[in-house]
């Protein structure tokens, strides 16, 4: 377990003082789930991509989506990836509690009856399964929280959401209050949402003042651990303990044309052009000792700490923004509950 004073803290993440994150954290009653494992192996962290070759899903997103072929061999599509550089107060020991945001609409953070496999990311490649969790409700950033933050995190997220193709529906929001001058309505808010547009145009300045205004906070959610999968790390503990990561695979490149001194053709210097990707189609299933998902192929894990913000797909964070009325959560985010459980091995 590496020393906490290790762990690299961005200035891009929210900051709480203690009596916010007291006064939070009383939603769940300060809840701690014991664990008792032996502690070499209740401590054992496995990598990003060790995950993604024995269970799917790629090395970047928050909420991967597992393929099928995997689902039907291990049957667990519940995994939830954190990283303390930038959610400090996600757990950092099996069975904590803490905190994990999102920034959203003020009243987005509706509750869930889904658990969630979590692991945190302590260092670099190094993933500590922590639990079982359930996402419980918490205030949000008020607006003077949001405001006593440091000027670096509110420059940060605000270009995020201005750059990031997950926080589309955050922008066509933004834009819908400009537009009307008041707080749209559920159904303007669904009209502004269902436009083909990606709203570049909202700027970093529009996106602060959404936040200065209270339109747009930083929601946050309450980790609670309700049980914790034994079998599950003893498993992960065992398998990495021996597992060799494959090698990395070679970039096709065309071959430069070779020219002899004699050759009367001369050298104009041409770049090499660029080789198309290669499939990632789905292979056939294979027994243990098992092979790199397809999912895995040509990703690495990110070493700065980032969870894909800058992904173009939606499902690396907790729910789309929709009207309330819908209740709907991205494909990602609908898992299959499970407290408990070991791995097909």
């Known amino acids: 377990m590496p020393d906490e004073k290790k762990i690299k803290i961005e200035e891009e993440v929210p900051r709480l003082s203690r009596d916010s994150i007291s006064a939070r954290l009383a939603v769940i009653n300060y809840a701690v789930y014991v664990v008792e494992l032996e502690e070499s192996i209740k401590n ?27 689902l039907e061999r291990h049957g667990l599509d519940d995994f939830m990836y954190v990283t303390l550089s930038w959610n400090p107060y996600a757990p950092k020991f099996a069975g904590d509690s803490g905190f994990w945001f999102n920034p959203g609409l003020p009243d987005d ?7 969630h496999r979590v692991f945190v990311r302590l260092a670099a490649k190094k993933w500590l399964y922590v ?13 003077e929280e949001w405001k006593s933050q440091g000027e670096v995190m509110k420059r940060t997220w605000a270009e995020k959401i201005h750059r990031g193709e997950w926080a589309r529906d955050v922008r066509a929001i933004v834009w819908s209050w400009k537009t009307k001058g008041q707080k749209p309505t559920k159904a303007e808010m669904g009209e502004a949402i269902a436009r083909k547009d990606k709203y570049s145009h909202i700027s970093p300045d529009d996106i602060r003042y ?7 906070v930083v929601l946050a959610w309450c980790m609670k651990c309700v049980s914790y999968a034994e079998d599950f790390q003893r498993y992960i503990a065992r398998e990495f303990a021996h597992w060799v990561p494959p090698p990395p695979k070679s970039k096709k490149r065309s071959k430069k044309k070779l020219l002899t001194s004699t050759s009367r053709e001369p050298n104009t210097g041409q770049k090499r052009k660029r080789a ?11 027994p243990a000792p098992l092979t790199p998902s397809p999912e895995s192929e040509g990703e690495t894990e990110s070493e700065d700490g980032s969870e894909g913000e ?30 408990s459980g070991s791995p097909a091995y």
């Open 109 to 115: 953070n509706q509750e869930s009856e889904e658990i």
């Open 131 to 143: 639990g079982q969790y359930k996402l419980v409700p918490a205030l949000p950033l008020t607006i």
């Open 44 to 70: 054992a962290t496995v990598s990003r991509q060790f995950m993604t070759s024995y269970y799917g899903g790629n090395t970047q997103s928050t909420f991967p989506s597992i393929a099928p072929s995997h």
């Open 310 to 339: 800058e992904a173009t797909d939606a499902k690396r964070h907790i729910r789309q923004y929709v009207p309330r009325g819908t209740r709907s959560r991205p494909s990602s985010m609908k898992t299959k509950t499970e407290d």
């Open 276 to 286: 198309h990707s290669e499939d990632r189609s789905l292979s056939p299933l294979t």
């Open 210 to 216: 959404a936040f200065d205004e209270g339109r747009l």
